[in-house]
């Protein structure tokens, strides 16, 4: 039996996302009902998807976790030598007219792959657990030439949570973080180009450069705070109706849905995905398959990263990056990943009710 709890948390924050989509669309271009639509579509595909890689199960899919994987790292090669560039940075690959983000279904091949490796050659030696970070960084560094630093972020974060749950060394783990730490600095000098090095500056200081870099946080707190304990309303957000918040059906969905439902609003969303994340783990504690649980660690570290740092973005509590909220910003690349990545999750929740495997 499926986690029907699981699939309604989902289902209702898409389509909670739907109505915010179409109330955020309609002030900026007037194309709410457009956008909305869109989203819709994706979303009765991305559930049939679900549905599908439900049925095939998620042991059918770490059978081709190798095969995807290097069809993923093509695409991404793709995407930096074919793809146009969209505010500075090549994400996207047309074909027939439809437009996907390759970054997205990689977070699904980077998980299947790390699952089944980890698990072949656990991450307790030296050797091993640096093979584990090399399967990571080959998609991390075509992301960053992309340049597109939010998922090459998403990714390290998954990679991380699912070496924890391998049961790699503290002392490794705690070394990488240190190395991590110490790297920044290069990063911002000799990788980040000079809008992402705004965005670091303008989150410890947004008055620095009110109405350029730092006009988008700004912005955006306003819309957050001005939502109270109740909201505005449905459809009343000034905001966005006025055209002053950015990209609002997208990046900044969060501050719409806040301005719009208020605190009331913001802790229903929270307990959701609060709810939605427990489900998701307790499908890894069903589990008596060791791949099983690296696999479920990856996706509950996937979607709360993002949920923490869509939100955070929000607010000025983390630096802007450009990561969509899951189910709620408009967008059918990010959707459809996240529903194929819930329809891994259900399949070892139903076989982890069926206690076929064993570690």
């Given at each position: 039996?499926?986690d029907?709890?699981?699939?309604?948390?989902?289902?209702?924050?898409?389509l909670?996302?739907?109505?915010?989509?179409?109330?955020a669309a309609?002030?900026?271009?007037?194309?709410?009902l457009?956008f909305?639509?869109k989203?819709i579509?994706?979303?009765?595909?991305s559930?049939?998807?679900?549905?599908?890689i439900?049925?095939i199960?998620?042991?059918?899919?770490?059978?081709g976790?190798?095969?995807?994987?290097?069809?993923?790292?093509?695409?991404l090669?793709l995407t930096?030598?074919?793809?146009?560039k969209?505010?500075g940075?090549?994400?996207w690959?047309?074909?027939?007219?439809?437009?996907?983000q390759?970054?997205?279904f990689?977070?699904?091949?980077?998980i299947?792959?790390?699952?089944?490796f980890l698990?072949r050659?656990?991450?307790?030696?030296?050797?091993?657990?640096?093979?584990?970070?090399g399967?990571?960084m080959?998609p991390v560094?075509?992301?960053?030439?992309q340049?597109?630093a939010g998922?090459?972020?998403?990714y390290?974060v998954?990679?991380?949570?699912?070496?924890l749950a391998?049961?790699?060394?503290?002392?490794?783990?705690?070394?990488?973080?240190g190395?991590?730490?110490?790297?920044?600095?290069?990063m911002?000098?000799?990788v980040?180009?000079e809008?992402?090095?705004?965005?670091?500056?303008v989150?410890?200081?947004p008055?620095?450069d009110?109405?350029?870099?730092?006009?988008?946080?700004?912005q955006?707190?306003?819309?957050v705070?001005?939502?109270g304990f109740?909201g505005?309303?449905?459809?009343?957000?000034t905001?966005?109706?006025?055209?002053?918040?950015?990209?609002p059906?997208?990046?900044?969905?969060?501050s719409?849905f806040?301005?719009?439902?208020?605190?009331?609003?913001n802790l229903?969303l929270?307990?959701?995905?609060?709810?939605?994340?427990?489900?998701i783990?307790?499908?890894?504690?069903?589990s008596?398959?060791?791949r099983?649980?690296?696999?479920?660690?990856g996706?509950?570290?996937?979607?709360?990263?993002?949920?923490?740092?869509s939100?955070g973005?929000?607010?000025?509590?983390?630096?802007?990056?450009?990561?969509?909220?899951?189910?709620?910003?408009?967008?059918?690349?990010?959707l459809l990943?996240?529903f194929?990545a819930?329809?891994?999750?259900?399949s070892?929740?139903i076989?982890?009710g069926?206690?076929?495997?064993?570690?």
């Amino acid at each position: 039996m499926a986690d029907r709890l699981m699939f309604v948390c989902a289902l209702t924050l898409a389509l909670w996302g739907v109505f915010c989509i179409y109330s955020a669309a309609a002030g900026t271009s007037g194309r709410g009902l457009d956008f909305a639509l869109k989203q819709i579509a994706w979303l009765s595909f991305s559930v049939f998807a679900m549905l599908f890689i439900m049925i095939i199960g998620h042991h059918k899919m770490l059978e081709g976790a190798y095969p995807l994987y290097f069809l993923t790292l093509l695409l991404l090669l793709l995407t930096d030598l074919l793809a146009p560039k969209v505010n500075g940075a090549q994400s996207w690959l047309g074909v027939g007219g439809i437009r996907f983000q390759p970054s997205e279904f990689a977070k699904i091949t980077i998980i299947l792959t790390m699952s089944k490796f980890l698990s072949r050659y656990p991450p307790f030696e030296f050797k091993t657990f640096m093979a584990g970070l090399g399967v990571i960084m080959l998609p991390v560094i075509l992301v960053v030439i992309q340049p597109d630093a939010g998922s090459a972020l998403v990714y390290l974060v998954i990679s991380f949570g699912m070496l924890l749950a391998a049961g790699t060394p503290f002392k490794f783990l705690g070394g990488l973080i240190g190395l991590g730490l110490s790297a920044i600095p290069l990063m911002i000098i000799f990788v980040l180009k000079e809008y992402q090095k705004n965005r670091i500056l303008v989150f410890l200081d947004p008055m620095r450069d009110p109405l350029g870099a730092g006009y988008n946080v700004i912005q955006s707190r306003i819309a957050v705070g001005s939502g109270g304990f109740t909201g505005k309303g449905f459809m009343l957000g000034t905001q966005s109706k006025l055209k002053f918040l950015p990209e609002p059906h997208t990046d900044f969905i969060f501050s719409v849905f806040s301005e719009e439902f208020g605190f009331v609003g913001n802790l229903i969303l929270i307990l959701l995905f609060t709810l939605l994340l427990y489900r998701i783990i307790l499908a890894g504690i069903r589990s008596r398959d060791r791949r099983s649980k690296i696999l479920v660690s990856g996706v509950a570290s996937w979607l709360w990263f993002q949920m923490f740092e869509s939100m955070g973005m929000s607010i000025g509590l983390t630096p802007v990056t450009g990561l969509p909220l899951p189910f709620l910003s408009y967008g059918g690349s990010s959707l459809l990943a996240t529903f194929i990545a819930l329809g891994l999750v259900a399949s070892v929740y139903i076989d982890g009710g069926n206690n076929k495997r064993g570690f």
